[in-house]
């Protein structure tokens, strides 16, 4: 089913428009829903030359599903569904925006370079390497607040930590420091389910400071839009406008993700120019984001590969199930982890793990018990009159933002400094048997022991 791309704002005649198409896409998924879909059925020659149809594992559960979002068509979805396990990968949200991360080197490359729009090019590259591993159709398990998850990159010697601060709206931040450059986000989500579709708007605020040169620079994302939800073969595509720009100078680097039409063309296309504060061009970059980047002078000269995405991993259970990258495997290892891992950690989350083994019965309850506790959390907290305080981030009582960044959708948060206090504190050695630590996110001590039936 062919879908419009999504808007942010819709009025008048047009969200008239827009909530009869949704009223019609209900009615033809809760047909099909009820009967056989070609695209959720496999054949499978059992070697007789008789081909016969074996049911799509998913798919008795992609229907138990429509039953409980065919009224939520329209809605923003984040907070009003629990997320099935069938739809669920091992890691979470916060190790998800870790991914910015695969290829920072790109802004140790930018460090290095003495020209301005060069380095905006490059900066501009890692923002489009994140999609190389955004066609993964499985979602993240949301965070438990005040869980954090920290890694250690000796490529570039920093560390990423992250942590949730938030839980109604979920918000997540993180922050990467290094010798040459800090990296910091704060990262929401809006969503809006369509039926057969949900579309996925990034809200947060991004900041890349580049320490010798001084460079700081702004990322305004796409739209992504998962496809299939319900009936069919899920596929996720990234389509519109990505800024990049220079706090600084006032350059900017402006692309243009490719919508994927009805038959496939333009997926993965991203193309666009480095524009200097007078608008005028002075490189121009091209590619796709699920393989490469090119930088090229205007007339079409001197050619640069900015980044090319590293071989994938040929084998392996999680390979073959979730599609993870060697990065994604690296992630939820014990080994990457800094020494004295807080027990906070996304690694230890007991649904992650048990779902990484294959064990998806578990994953199910478990997943049940640490949301049940975070509710009984809530209601004391609530009962109490206490508020949520993070860790490691503060509320930005006046953030800093761009005139393109006055509707971030969320509040900011700012690294606050206290985890390298507490990281020069630690005194462990790298933890062989970090993954046999228990799981205790929790605000108040008796949570950990709490009994969820």
Not at 259 to 273: H, I, L, P, T
Request: charge should be negative; glycine fraction near 8%; aromatic fraction near 8%.
């Amino acid at each position: 089913m062919s879908a419009p791309a999504p808007a942010e704002k819709e009025q008048g005649w047009f969200s008239r428009l827009a909530s009869s198409v949704a009223s019609s896409v209900g009615e033809g998924l809760n047909y099909l829903t009820g009967v056989e879909d070609p695209d959720e059925l496999k054949t499978v020659d059992d070697g007789s030359g008789n081909v016969t149809k074996k049911d799509d594992a998913d798919a008795g559960g992609r229907k138990a599903m429509w039953s409980q979002l065919k009224d939520l068509v329209g809605a923003d979805i984040m907070s009003k569904f629990s997320i099935p396990i069938f739809l669920m990968e091992p890691i979470s949200v916060l190790q998800k925006t870790a991914e910015n991360m695969q290829y920072c080197e790109l802004l140790d490359r930018a460090c290095e370079e003495e020209e301005e729009f060069m380095r905006l090019a490059y900066v501009a590259a890692l923002a489009v390497s994140v999609y190389s591993s955004n066609e993964r159709t499985k979602k993240p398990f949301n965070p438990i607040l005040g869980e954090t998850w920290e890694m250690a990159l000796p490529e570039v010697d920093g560390i990423y930590v992250a942590e949730q601060v938030c839980h109604h709206p979920p918000i997540g931040a993180s922050h990467c420091e290094t010798p040459r450059w800090t990296f910091d986000l704060t990262s929401a989500v809006r969503t809006k389910f369509m039926g057969n579709w949900v579309d996925v708007w990034p809200k947060g605020r991004t900041r890349i400071h580049l320490k010798e040169c001084g460079d700081v620079y702004n990322l305004l994302p796409p739209a992504s839009r998962v496809n299939n939800l319900v009936v069919g073969r899920l596929w996720v595509d990234t389509f519109g406008e990505m800024r990049v720009n220079n706090l600084k100078t006032g350059a900017s680097a402006v692309l243009t993700f490719k919508e994927c039409n009805m038959f496939g063309a333009g997926r993965w296309e991203v193309s666009g120019d480095v524009l200097g504060a007078d608008g005028e061009c002075k490189l121009k970059l091209k590619g796709k984001w699920n393989e490469s980047m090119t930088a090229t002078k205007p007339d079409g000269s001197t050619g640069r590969i900015l980044w090319a995405k590293n071989p994938e991993p040929k084998e392996g259970a999680l390979v073959e199930k979730y599609g993870f990258d060697n990065w994604t495997l690296r992630m939820n290892a014990a080994k990457d982890a800094p020494k004295g891992l807080l027990k906070s950690d996304s690694r230890l989350r007991p649904d992650r793990m048990a779902l990484e083994k294959g064990d998806d019965t578990t994953a199910q309850k478990m997943k049940h018990v640490l949301e049940e506790k975070q509710r009984a959390e809530r209601r004391k907290r609530e009962a109490n009159g206490g508020e949520w305080k993070p860790r490691w981030f503060k509320l930005a009582a006046e953030a800093d933002l761009h005139e393109l960044e006055l509707d971030v959708g969320t509040a900011v948060w700012e690294w606050n400094g206290a985890y390298n206090e507490e990281l020069a504190k630690r005194t462990e050695k790298g933890i062989d048997n970090v993954l046999e630590t228990e799981f205790d996110p929790w605000e108040f001590e008796d949570t950990k022991d709490m009994v969820i039936p």
